[in-house]
């Protein structure tokens, strides 16, 4: 529920903070006082259109911030929750209107689109004003109301979630249909590349490898041959490295005396004889063991080959073949998968069908006999309100085109105003009172089961007086009992009956107006309620009246 309400700076109201309490608050003043600034307010705070004639003279902006208490607002915790703006259990809205006429709008501290502001206030407050864009024109809350006072919103939203699944189906079918043939090529190309690099089957790092052995394998008879000669070189030729050796140890061998300095250089060298013995050795089983194997060179360059003229025919590097084997391989997988066959699909759009029409023929079952106890409902409520020729009429309409998400019908509350004149819709026949007072008549039907908690209902008693305007009271105060009502009203009778009473004035200084807004104690109220049944100068018999209405007023609903 609407807990606070703080303005500065609009219309003549340079500060205002009010609190609010759970029931029914009346607001009342004299005419031009400016018991409009809070309506309005709360409608800015709600979404509603702004301009700088908001703003008070001198001022350079206006500021409208409006705190909820959403602790039992299921609809409103889901919303902030799904836009990652809660905050607990308050909500805060605000809206500044510049001197320029720009306005920003915030929830809970952060800067946000206007229509988000129009959203969520749905979920918390209803505005009913002559002067107001009211929720009661839309057809779509005609639905809602139903909905929710027959007690069918599950049905509701069994309803939407099966169109929408028949709904996705026949997308599906229709996207095949209109694509059958290219996704058919789609499929035929797939399927012939697929095939040639499973028959590739070039596994990673392959080609690297396959290219290092094509090399040793193409030089393979020229590392024999070198090998061969090294082997010769080494020690098998007359003039070989280990003949020379054997040549330089033979003439030191022969020196005539020994020469100590000369010994490690005598060791070295037979060493070096060992070493290129051995060397040769291992040369010449080397050549003996190494063959050129051609047949395997061919292999591995036909294996190449392939690999390079598949990468050139998908114009990408060798390397990238297996990633691409991948890729086209999962595409097919989808392509493959998507749906089903046409056959398929049209089982599945009429299987989607019929559960669609399933629930929603017993969501029209619901709303038609809902509609018949509303009806009736809601034209005892009119009679009470003094409107007792006026006949109230839910109308179902079975849609022309095929069935939405809503259901099978169209829904609309028609008005007939007279016996004989035909039911036209409620936009079309009530003025401003009369539909604040259907309206009344409605909510005090439906507010067992609406999920809109904060009402606001703006001139209700327009046009009528006396029993009337009590009951109307009486009506506003019960609606109170189970949500929050507040309400403008010129009639001591309305305004006796609230829980909590606003009183608006204003005055002049150096010059200016300023409109002041001040919650009433009992004393206060009487006074109130005196001025609006004897105006300006209050007699004791006055006051005495308005005692006892306004002691009335609070004991009959105790």
């Known amino acids: 529920m609407l807990t606070q309400l703080t303005v500065s700076n609009y219309a003549i109201a340079e500060r205002v903070e009010l609190q609010f309490q759970n029931g029914m608050t009346a607001l009342t003043g004299e005419t031009g006082a400016g018991k409009s600034i809070v309506l309005d307010a709360l409608a800015l705070a709600m979404g509603g259109r702004g301009d700088a004639g908001a703003v008070r003279h001198g001022a350079k902006r206006a500021d409208i911030t409006a705190t909820f208490d959403i602790a039992r607002i299921t609809e409103a915790r889901e919303w902030l929750e799904e836009q990652d703006l ?24 952060q800067p946000c689109p206007l229509n988000q502001l129009k959203e969520l206030g749905a979920t918390l407050m209803d505005i009913h004003s002559q002067h107001q864009h009211q929720s009661l ?40 249909q209109q694509n ?20 590739l089957a070039l596994e990673v790092d392959e080609q690297s490898q396959l290219e290092q052995e094509q090399e040793q394998l193409s030089h393979a008879e020229t590392v024999r041959q070198h090998s061969h000669q090294a082997a010769m070189l080494c020690s098998e030729d007359e003039t070989s490295a280990a003949d020379m050796v054997r040549q330089a140890l033979q003439q030191l ?62 114009r990408i590097q060798p390397e990238q073949l297996p990633q691409l084997h991948q890729r086209l391989s999962d595409e097919l997988a989808e392509l ?19 559960a669609y029409q399933t629930v929603a023929d017993k969501l ?23 409107m007792p020729t006026m006949q109230f009429i839910s109308q179902l309409d079975s ?7 809503a259901g099978n019908e169209d829904i609309e509350f028609l008005i007939s105003a007279n016996p004989g004149q035909p039911a036209r819709p409620l ?35 327009v046009g009528i007086g006396g029993g009337t305007a009590e009951v109307v009271g009486r009506l506003l105060r019960a609606l109170g009992e189970s949500g929050q009502i507040i309400c403008v009203t010129h009639l001591p009778q309305v305004a006796a009956q609230s829980h909590q009473h606003l009183f608006v004035s204003k005055f002049t200084e150096a010059d200016t107006t300023f409109s002041k807004i001040e919650t009433l104690n009992d004393q206060g109220r009487i006074s109130e309620v005196a001025r609006m049944l004897g105006g300006v100068d209050m007699t004791e018999q006055t006051l005495a009246h308005a005692r006892e209405m306004y002691t009335k007023g609070q004991a009959t609903h105790h």
């Open 86 to 109: 809660d905050d607990g259990n308050d909500c805060i809205l605000r809206r500044v209107i510049g001197r320029d006429g720009r306005s920003r709008a915030y929830i809970n501290g």
């Open 137 to 176: 024109m839309k057809k779509d809350t005609h639905r809602r109301l139903l909905d929710e006072f027959s007690g069918s919103e599950d049905l509701a939203i069994k309803t939407r979630l099966a169109w929408k699944q028949w709904h996705q189906a026949r997308e599906r079918l229709i996207s095949r």
């Open 180 to 199: 059958a043939d290219e996704t058919e090529a789609r499929l035929q190309l797939l399927r012939y590349q697929v095939e040639e690099l499973d028959r």
């Open 253 to 314: 061998e022969q020196l005539p005396v020994a020469v100590p300095a000369l010994a490690d250089t005598i060791q070295m060298l037979n060493e070096a004889q060992i070493q290129l013995s051995e060397a040769g050795n291992n040369l010449i089983h080397f050549v003996d063991d190494y063959e050129a194997d051609p047949e395997r060179l061919q292999e591995v360059e036909e294996r190449l080959s392939a690999i390079y003229q598949l990468a050139r025919k998908h």
């Open 336 to 354: 493959d998968n998507s749906g089903g066959s046409l056959e398929q699909l049209e089982a599945d759009v009429e299987n989607y069908r019929k």
């Open 364 to 386: 029209s079952l619901a709303r038609r006999e809902g509609a018949a106890t509303l009806d009736q409902r809601i034209g005892e409520e009119l009679t009470e309100l003094g």
């Open 399 to 405: 849609r022309n085109d095929e069935p939405g998400p």
């Open 427 to 461: 936009a079309k026949v009530a003025s401003g009172g009369e539909l604040s007072r259907i309206s009344l008549a409605i909510q005090v039907v439906v507010a067992q089961t609406s999920t809109t908690p904060t009402l606001v209902f703006d001139e209700v008693d």
